[in-house]
């Protein structure tokens, strides 16, 4: 992980020119080519539930297929296509080829994604009282159609007891898709989705019966909404912001905001830290990780290191796997038989370590935490030793992650021992 370390140095910063970002970024791509296959793996077949995105079944399957066809087509394209501009052919002939190819890619790409940008969570959740004064919402990442994307928002509905809403980052191919990936976090540009997602923030957030906006993010999706919590940061006043609640997963963003606000004492507002010290505009971030997860190394993993770039507590996890539902709601929020959280993971219970002589109050206002026993540069959390005058506070991942207290439609401060 000495990556890790040197990303603090060598990172260029994310309002650099498109171009250093660019070259910065197919660097980086290169140096972390062999966990590529890290994407896909484990796949372990024989363990997958009918949520999974690699559940053995015809849909899965078919789905499948189209991704695999349309990478061997769209390489072909990229490749080709020098070839026809060197050949010098007629300007319309290669018209023609462009818009041949992009036509057939476009109609594969209605057979992923249907028609709609948002849809709903459609499995049956009991919501306690107060759950209806909450928004939840959801951006997937690269490659998902929407049965996918319905996939992820049913298992996150049952994971959390609340209904989710998702806002569909359309796919244009696995190999478009990490273009498009480029050309958001390099340029900064917002797609339709980027917008539709800000618009839905907003109104939320603007709502009065809305008193809590909880953002879920995966992959590509956290490149999103860093870009739409900019934009939030730009618009919306500090204490609205104070609602709101961001998770991601497998973050490729190569920024996340959240600057720090000073807050008047308890008795002149009610939005403002007990304690009347600094804080965060976004109370509560987290991001969660697979530290073998080719995207999460590209995204979150090089960058959290880095001073005031990548705000948030972060967990990380020993192993592989992308996928939303398979490699990461699986092995970090576990579902039993009956559709519940299981109250124990290997992932849960890893141990970590609060430094001595430190309140969790004092860590929760630290920028890029990390919880994976490793050391880090700017982190609170981890593995360490106690320092003579003071002992260390041995905690498990459960213990810590606000999101595990939302399990099964509970709240934080309503679990013992939360």
């Known amino acids: 992980m000495e990556y890790l370390t040197q990303a603090a140095v060598t990172a260029v910063p994310y309002t650099a020119s498109p171009v250093r970002l660019l070259w910065s970024d197919i660097r980086l791509i290169l140096q972390n080519i062999w966990t590529l296959p890290g994407i896909f793996l484990p796949l372990r077949l024989g363990r997958t539930s009918?949520?999974?995105?690699?559940?053995?079944?015809?849909?899965?399957?078919?789905?499948?297929?189209?991704?695999?066809?349309?990478?061997?087509?769209?390489?072909?394209?990229?490749?080709?296509?020098?070839?026809?501009?060197?050949?010098?052919?007629?300007?319309?002939?290669?018209l023609t080829y462009v818009a041949g190819f992009f036509s057939v890619n476009y109609l594969i790409c209605i057979l992923l994604n249907g028609r709609r940008r948002i849809i709903t969570s459609q499995v049956p959740v009991t919501e306690t009282p107060g759950h209806e004064r909450e928004c939840w919402f959801f951006i997937n990442g690269v490659a998902v159609g929407r049965r996918w994307l319905q996939q992820n928002i049913n298992q996150l509905s049952?994971?959390?007891?609340?209904?989710?809403?998702?806002?569909?980052?359309?796919?244009?191919?696995?190999?478009?898709?990490?273009?498009e990936c480029l050309i958001q976090r390099d340029l900064s540009y917002a797609t339709d989705d980027v917008r539709s997602t800000y618009e839905l923030l907003k109104k939320a957030l603007l709502n009065p019966n809305c008193d809590k906006v909880v953002l879920l993010l995966h992959s590509q999706g956290a490149i999103?909404?860093?870009?739409?919590?900019?934009?939030?940061?730009?618009?919306?006043?500090?204490?609205?912001?104070?609602?709101?609640?961001?998770?991601?997963?497998?973050?490729?963003?190569?920024?996340?905001?959240?600057?720090?606000?000073?807050?008047?004492?308890?008795?002149?507002?009610?939005?403002?830290?007990?304690?009347?010290?600094m804080s965060n505009t976004i109370r509560h971030i987290e991001?969660?990780?697979?530290?073998?997860?080719?995207?999460?190394?590209?995204?979150?993993?090089?960058?959290?290191?880095?001073?005031?770039?990548y705000m948030g507590q972060v967990?990380?996890?020993?192993?592989?796997?992308?996928?939303?539902?398979?490699?990461?709601?699986?092995?970090?929020?576990?579902?039993?038989?009956?559709?519940?959280?299981?109250?124990?993971?290997?992932?849960?219970e890893t141990t970590i370590a609060t430094q001595p002589n430190k309140t969790m109050r004092e860590q929760d206002g630290a920028q890029g935490k990390r919880a994976d026993g490793k050391p880090s540069t700017s982190g609170v959390l981890g593995r360490q030793s106690p320092e003579p005058n003071g002992s260390s506070q041995t905690l498990r991942i459960k213990n810590v992650s606000r999101l595990w207290q939302y399990r099964n439609g509970g709240s934080p401060g309503t679990r013992e021992g939360a």
């Open 224 to 277: 999103e909404g860093g870009l739409i919590i900019d934009w939030l940061l730009d618009e919306l006043p500090r204490d609205l912001l104070r609602s709101l609640e961001v998770y991601t997963f497998a973050a490729a963003a190569n920024h996340f905001n959240n600057p720090w606000t000073s807050c008047p004492k308890p008795s002149e507002s009610p939005t403002t830290d007990p304690s009347g010290a």
């Open 158 to 179: 049952y994971t959390f007891g609340r209904k989710v809403t998702g806002v569909h980052n359309r796919t244009s191919g696995i190999i478009f898709d990490l273009l």
């Open 315 to 348: 967990f990380i996890r020993s192993d592989s796997g992308h996928m939303m539902n398979q490699h990461y709601l699986d092995n970090m929020f576990t579902l039993g038989p009956d559709q519940k959280v299981l109250d124990s993971n290997p992932f849960m």
């Open 50 to 94: 009918p949520l999974d995105e690699l559940f053995v079944s015809l849909p899965n399957g078919a789905t499948v297929a189209l991704h695999g066809f349309l990478v061997v087509y769209q390489l072909a394209f990229l490749v080709s296509l020098p070839i026809v501009l060197l050949l010098m052919m007629p300007a319309l002939w290669i």
């Open 287 to 309: 991001h969660y990780a697979n530290d073998g997860d080719f995207v999460a190394r590209w995204g979150l993993l090089h960058f959290i290191d880095v001073p005031n770039r």
